[in-house]
């Protein structure tokens, strides 16, 4: 099966420039993960959907990031006004619907440098 | 929420040495330990997991073992191998619907040739 797809794989802006990641599960993946991977530790989920709601996204700082996923497939995750501590990974993952299912399979990421 | 410490964070073996990464974590709900190996610049990759019916789980070269009384689990590497150089991150996630993971800091593993 195809991978967990993410774009651009990376990104250098100016603070206060705004920047969007875009994200395409597993095919058939209703559980969807972003992550933010600052250098040297592990990574911090941001938020997470099951098809096209929001589960969890208390820690998502909402004055500046928002995520979405309209259609229960593909999703984005926007950063508006970056801050320089945004430089990071930001890591798409998804999940099986299958009830056993607890394996996360993540995308390659896009790699944030924020200047 | 959930805390998970792991250490240590550096750790370098001679070729055929063993390495053993070991992790705590805080919420004795948690019942599934997934180990990812992390190349640089790669993403995350399953190597082994363990649900918390079960003490030790073991893949060829790759064993964990679980400790649920005392709330720690561990990753146990034989036979290593120059490719085994990666850092390697534990992690813990509860059960219910949501499964969400949280990651201990990382282990930098370098093999010796």
């Known amino acids: 099966e195809a991978g967990v797809a993410q774009s651009p794989r990376y990104k250098i802006i100016e603070k206060r420039q705004s920047v969007a990641f875009w994200c395409n599960p597993i095919s058939g993946h209703a559980t969807l993960y972003w992550y933010q991977q600052i250098l040297g530790q592990g990574p911090k989920l941001l938020i997470q959907?099951?098809?096209?709601?929001?589960?969890?996204d208390s820690q998502l700082p909402k004055d500046r990031f928002s995520a979405e996923r309209l259609k229960g497939v593909d999703s984005t995750l926007k950063i508006q006004p970056a801050k320089l501590e945004d430089s990071a990974v930001y890591l798409c993952?998804?999940?099986?619907?299958?009830?056993?299912?607890?394996?996360?399979?993540f995308g390659p990421g896009t790699r944030l440098t924020v200047t | 929420g959930e805390n998970v410490e792991q250490h240590p964070s550096t750790l370098s073996v001679q070729e055929g040495d063993s390495a053993v990464i070991k992790c705590t974590y805080s919420?004795?709900?948690?019942?599934?330990f997934p180990w990812y190996k992390q190349e640089l610049g790669k993403r995350p990759q399953l190597i082994i997991d363990?649900?918390?019916?079960?003490g030790e789980k073991k893949d060829q070269r790759i064993a964990v073992t679980l400790n649920k009384t005392a709330k720690h689990f561990s990753l146990h590497i034989t036979e290593t191998q120059p490719e085994d150089s990666a850092v390697y991150f534990c992690?813990?996630?509860?059960?219910?619907?949501?499964?969400?993971?949280?990651f201990g800091s990382g282990t930098q593993l370098t093999v010796l040739p």
């Open positions: 992690a813990a996630s509860q059960a219910g619907s949501a499964r969400q993971l949280t």
């Open positions: 919420d004795s709900a948690s019942n599934y």
């Open positions: 959907f099951q098809n096209n709601g929001v589960v969890d």
């Open positions: 993952a998804s999940r099986s619907p299958r009830g056993n299912s607890y394996e996360q399979y």
């Open positions: 363990i649900r918390s019916n079960v």
